[in-house]
């Protein structure tokens, strides 16, 4: 059996396949991102799934794609994790932009994009993956993400500079203080998680003028310097989308495309099911299972 995950800070999608490929269950499950997360903490979430150790020793390969996970140093934690749980699997680890990538490539070169609780970008064409510029996270970057609108959002609560409308609203939903934020962002752990929580106020106001003008400059800070950074973005090579933000306000996404004369391809919420199939019919995980 084979587990595809696909990972951001937030949550992650798990899909588990047989040994001809086909889909046998799956999980949300939640995000491991190794700036915040040690392997003892993926080791006990996992473990409180009783589904999937239930077939962890069934399991022959994980490829794990996350959030935060650039480096050898950093994807060793993650994998460290996993091993304690899948014991008998072949473990691989790399970064959610890669699985971005690989899940939004559909034979032209184009830079792969994340607007999820973080954002990031690449460029792939077809064999190779260049990164331009850094993502800087959550309290430097992140320009266009679910924390960027929500850190926005709870500045604004707190400045008392959201319309008033949005400030009866976001009084009564949340219930909470300058105290409980600032404890939250500054003592408690996954800051950016809890900052990207406030994203959902956004999309349940998506018409509001105010919401729609925090979106806009969120993602024209990204596509200036996570797209157009790019000579092939410059030069028309399309821009492809995955995350929840950029389903959500996809007409904006669009819109701020257009204007920045960058073409537009497509955006997904979820990229674990075309992510499913690359490996299946180019990484051919199939062959590399049988022959293990």
């Known amino acids: ?63 794990f794609y996350g959030a935060g996970c650039s480096s050898d140093a950093l994807n060793s934690v993650i994998k460290k994790g996993l091993s304690a749980v899948f014991t008998e699997a072949d ?16 034979g032209v070169p184009h830079v792969a994009c994340i607007l999820g609780t973080g954002s990031n970008s690449c460029f792939f ?25 929500g850190k926005r959002l709870v500045a604004d609560f707190i400045y008392k500079r959201l319309p008033a409308d949005l400030q009866a609203a976001f009084t009564e939903q949340y219930k909470t203080t300058k105290e409980e934020i600032f404890d939250r962002v500054y003592n408690q752990p996954n800051a950016n998680v809890y900052l990207a929580s406030f994203s959902r106020f956004a999309g349940e106001h998506a018409d509001s003028p105010y919401v729609q003008a925090v979106v806009r400059d969120g993602f024209e800070k990204f596509l200036d310097i996570h797209v157009l950074c790019f000579e092939e973005a ?34 997904q919420a979820k ?8 490996h299946l019919t180019v990484l051919r995980v199939l062959d590399k299972a049988a022959t293990a």
């Open 91 to 106: 473990i691989h680890v790399d970064h959610d932009l890669k699985a971005a990538a690989f899940a939004t490539f559909d």
């Open 234 to 267: 410059r030069n028309g090579a399309p821009a492809n989308f995955v995350g929840s933000v950029a389903k959500a306000f996809e007409h904006i996404l669009k819109d701020c495309c257009q204007r920045k004369g960058i073409t537009y391809g497509r955006t």
């Open 125 to 149: 064409d077809g064999e190779n993956i260049r990164e331009e510029v850094p993502a800087l996270a959550y309290v430097l970057g992140d320009e266009g993400s679910a924390s960027f609108i």
């Open 271 to 278: 990229p674990v099911n075309r992510l499913v199939d690359y």
């Open 1 to 63: 059996m084979i587990i595809i995950v696909e990972s951001g800070s937030t949550k992650a999608d798990w899909i588990l396949l047989d040994g001809q490929g086909q889909e046998v269950n799956r999980w949300s499950v939640m995000g491991f991102n190794p700036y915040f997360h040690s392997a003892q903490i993926v080791e006990q979430e996992l473990s409180a799934h009783s589904e999937i150790t239930g077939i962890a020793s069934k399991v022959s390969q994980v490829w």
